[in-house]
C-alpha cells in the first residue's frame, strides 16, 4: 500500500491511497469468503462452495461494490494507524482508479486533530489554591440556620431592614416597553440580603402592605444579561405582605434542635469539618483546572472546527436545561439577552467550547505520552461502585451498554491522567 498525505488546511488531510495487486488479490478471497454462506451452488453443501464457483455465481456488481466497502474500509484505517493520524468525521471519498480486482487508487479526505505541542508540563509551577475555613464562615452558616428556623410574622407596618417582603414587580425599559425576565409575582425578598439588584432593595424600605412604588435603578456593567448591562430600568412594585422575621438565638438548644449536638460548640465543630471537606474538595478540583489552564496556555493545537461546534451545542443544551429549573424559555432567555441564538453560542459559548475541547485534547495526549490505561479490573470496581449507588434496575442495565461504558473509562483515564499531572507538579 502507498500512501501520500496532504494537507488541505491546519485540521483537514487528504489521503492518497494506492494498494498493491497481491494485496488486493487477498482482499478478493476475503470478500468470497464473506459472501460465499449465500451462494448455493448444485452439488455443494451450504458454506462449502469452492472460492472460484462463488465468484461465477455471484452477480458481478454486487462483488465489486463488497470489495470496493471492503478494501477502500480496511485500506483507510491501515493507513490511519500508520501516520497516526485522529480522524473526527468520516472520510469523503473519491475513487481515483478501480481495475477489478488488480488496480485501486482513492483519496479519502478528512477532518484531523493537528499535532499536540505540549510544553515540558513536568517543570510547570502552579499554585495550590488554599481550603481554609475562617470563623465568619462558621459563623455565615450558623446564621444561615437561624434564618431557616426563622418564625415569620406578618405585620401592618411599613418595611425595614430584615423584613421579608412578598411582592409584584414589573421592568420596563426606556421606551416603557415590558423587560423579559424583570418580573415576578408574589416574589419573596429579604431586604438587607442583597440577592436583588444594587439598591432595589434600599427602595422598598419605608413601604406597607398594599403600597407601590415605581423608581428607577441602572444594572451593573457586569451584570449576568448582557443586554441590561448598564440599563436604566423602570420598576414597579406592590408589597403585598410585610413579615417580621424572628430567627432564634444562637445558643446550646438552638444547636440541639439542629442536629444531634449538645452544645453551640459541638454544632460549629460539625459544621467547620464539613465545611473543611468541601472547601479541600473544591481546591483539589480548582488546582487541577489550574493545572490544565497552565499546559493549555503554551500547547499549540489546531482544533477541527467539528469538535468545537460539537462543543457548543453540549453547553447550549445544559443552558436549556438550567433555564428550565428557573421556569424560563430559551426564547424568552435570549430576549432578555438581546441575540438570536446563533449570536449567543458565537458570543458566549465558543470560547468556553474551544478551551473545553482543548483541555480534553491535551488530557488525552498526556494519557497516550504517561502510557496509562485503564484495566478491566478497574473498570469492573467503577461500576460496582455505581450500581451500589443506582438499585434501579433500568438504570443498571444502563451501565451494562458498551457505550456507557466507553464513557466510563473515559471518566477513569481522566482521574488518573490528572493524578499524574498533580504528582508530577507537586514533586518540584
Known sequence: MQVKQTPVNDTRVRLTIIDTPEHLDKLKQHVLKKLAPKVKVQGFREGHVPLELVEKNINPDALQTEFLDEAVSHLYNDALNDLKLRPVSNPEVTLNKFVPFSTLEFDAEIEVVGEITLP?????????PTAEVTAKDISDVVNDLRTRAAVKSPVDRAAKDGDELVIDFTGTDSEGKNISGADGTDYPLTLGSDTF???????????????????TIKFPKDYGVQALQ????????????????TRPKADDDFAAKAGPFKTLAELKADIKKQLTIERRAQAERDYENAIIAAIAEKTKVAIPKVLVDEQVERIWSDVQRNLVYRGMTAKEFLAAEGMTEQEYKDSQLTTEAMQRVKGGLILSEIAEREQLTVNQQELDARLAEYKAQYQDPQM???????????????????????????????KK
Open 120 to 128: 515540558d508540563y513536568g517543570k510547570l509551577k502552579v499554585e495550590r
Open 197 to 215: 439588584i444594587p439598591g432595589f432593595e434600599a427602595e422598598l424600605i419605608g413601604l406597607k402592605p398594599g403600597d407601590t412604588k415605581t423608581f
Open 230 to 245: 448598564s440599563k436604566d430600568v423602570t420598576f414597579t412594585v406592590t408589597v403585598k405582605q410585610v413579615q417580621e422575621i
Open 396 to 426: 443498571q442495565a444502563e451501565l451494562d451498554k458498551p457505550e456507557n461504558q466507553r464513557d466510563i473509562v473515559a471518566r477513569i483515564l481522566t482521574e488518573k491522567t490528572l493524578a499524574r499531572l498533580v504528582s508530577l507538579i507537586d
